[in-house]
């Protein structure tokens, strides 16, 4: 006993940092998980769990992806799982069944992007040391999580099939890396690329970063081998034809001329475009990115990279800062027929797909920078590392972040949701019970104005007009004539 307790004591002393970052991550993550915790159903939750039958629940989730194929969209893969894990049916409405899925889903992506992380710091960049990997990924975490509160994602199961799709596009990164990275991958590992490439891929707004991180691996490996690697590049074809499926499909147009009334493949692009530099300018207004991008500048120097080639440090910045943002805006302005409003949910497609190309640019510049015989002496200097974070604090305190404005991170507006959302949660899975349950077919349910509300959960939406397709979608779900919820009077 007294060995074990010695062993121990030793193996916390020698991992004290990285258990540090352990804890750090999650603390960062214990504001997401208890809000997550009391997501609601809303909206198309009501609509995908309609005649839908756990005795008949694989055919009734087949009938329904093959109708959503043929008339809104082109994710069958998605629409498919949408109706066969619905919380909605499998569990009642009394649990907590919904936020302890969202929560399982919510904690997938957050393990495939440690996952993609280090992969990525290990194969590529060369870094073993996991106290520094842990270090970068809850810096890069901090930030992400800290760019918009993404309510149509974590905290609404219809919304979260994008989280579910950007999980599965980060682990074909990771597999991709280990692909080319491995002296002689194996059949197997090709077979796993290709049906997990092609469940991501089949998702073709999050596609485009998968895929172009394959293109540009397995080009820079077939320069390396003076030869185009043919047999390594299965796995992508198998990729961009799920893709292409997906991008086909009879539902994508029909969604479209509900939009719009024809289809501007011209307009499409520059609205992407358009879009491109909104979010590019959301995220450079971010002192807290600007600081991120410090640090990949600062992991570019410290940090050895395999190739040091110009050419292949300005094809990555260029086409993941970039193009890849306007790939994956393309089919977004091409389905909403404009580069206005659209949804909270993809806010985080865009957000993640240009964060993860800023990052990968700044390390690009560190490289770079490295490579310049005139800064090696200064470079291989501790004073650089201190400059660097001495630049940092200077920005976030000019800034204050640290100040008053620190109440404005999406972070800190979580925390200050935790003490409201069990009440919100409470009123509204009474609301929907009281629905469920009653008698009449004519439903009207009264709750409180500040219900209506929240900073973080996305609500049931049901309102007070029974005409609204929300209303329509509860009713028929509990075999109602119409529901209506209205502000109860004070």
Not at 85 to 96: A, D, K, T, W
Not at 129 to 136: G, L, M, N
Not at 284 to 303: N, T
Request: charged residues 15%.
């Amino acid at each position: 006993m007294k060995s074990f307790i010695r062993q121990l004591r030793k193996k916390l002393l020698e991992n004290w940092k990285f258990l540090i970052c352990i804890f750090l991550i999650c603390i960062l993550l214990l504001p997401m998980i208890y809000t997550i915790f009391y997501s609601l159903p809303s909206t198309d939750d009501f609509s995908v769990a309609t005649n839908v039958s756990k005795s008949s629940l694989f055919s009734d989730s087949v009938r329904y992806a093959n109708q959503r194929f043929f008339s809104w969209t082109g994710l069958w893969v998605y629409m498919f799982i949408e109706t066969f894990i619905n919380p909605l049916i499998h569990f009642p409405l009394e649990s907590y069944g919904i936020g302890i899925e969202m929560i399982i889903l919510f904690s997938l992506f957050v393990i495939s992007l440690f996952v993609a992380i280090n992969t990525a710091a290990r194969k590529i960049l060369g870094i073993t040391e996991k106290t520094t990997i842990a270090v970068y990924f809850l810096a890069f975490l901090f930030v992400f999580l800290n760019t918009n509160i993404y309510s149509e994602i974590y905290y609404w199961f219809v919304g979260s099939s994008y989280m579910m799709a950007m999980t599965l596009g980060l682990i074909t990164i990771a597999l991709t890396i280990r692909f080319f990275y491995n002296n002689k991958p194996t059949k197997r590992e090709m077979i796993l690329l290709s049906v997990i490439g092609a469940l991501a891929c089949n998702f073709f707004q999050e596609a485009i970063l998968p895929g172009m991180v394959y293109v540009i691996l397995w080009g820079s490996f077939s320069i390396k081998e003076r030869k185009p690697l043919w047999k390594k590049s299965i796995p992508f074809w198998i990729m961009l034809l799920s893709g292409v499926i997906a991008v086909a499909a009879p539902g994508n147009y029909a969604r479209h001329t509900s939009f719009s009334s024809d289809v501007n493949l011209l307009k499409a692009f520059f609205d992407a475009m358009i879009i491109s530099v909104k979010i590019l300018k959301h995220m450079i207004q971010q002192p807290l990115v600007i600081a991120l991008l410090i640090m990949g500048i600062y992991i570019g120097i410290r940090h050895t990279c395999k190739t040091s080639k110009l050419t292949r440090i300005y094809i990555i910045s260029i086409f993941l800062s970039l193009a890849t943002l306007v790939l994956n805006s393309f089919p977004i302005a091409l389905g909403y027929a404009g580069a206005g409003y659209f949804p909270n949910r993809l806010y985080f497609v865009l957000d993640l797909v240009l964060l993860v190309g800023m990052l990968s640019s700044a390390i690009c510049i560190g490289m770079y920078v490295k490579s310049i015989p005139a800064y090696e002496a200064f470079l291989k200097s501790e004073y650089v590392g201190i400059s660097m974070a001495a630049f940092v604090f200077l920005l976030l305190y000019s800034t204050l972040v640290y100040g008053q404005n620190i109440s404005k991170l999406p972070w800190s507006q979580t925390v200050v949701a935790m003490k409201d959302v069990k009440e919100i949660h409470d009123v509204w899975q009474e609301c929907l019970i009281e629905i469920r349950d009653s008698e009449d077919s004519n439903v009207v349910v009264e709750i409180d104005k500040k219900y209506f509300d929240s900073p973080v959960l996305q609500l049931p939406r049901i309102t007070g007009d029974a005409e609204n397709w929300k209303n329509k979608a509860t009713a028929r779900l509990w075999g109602k004539e119409s529901v209506v919820v209205l502000e109860k009077n004070e």
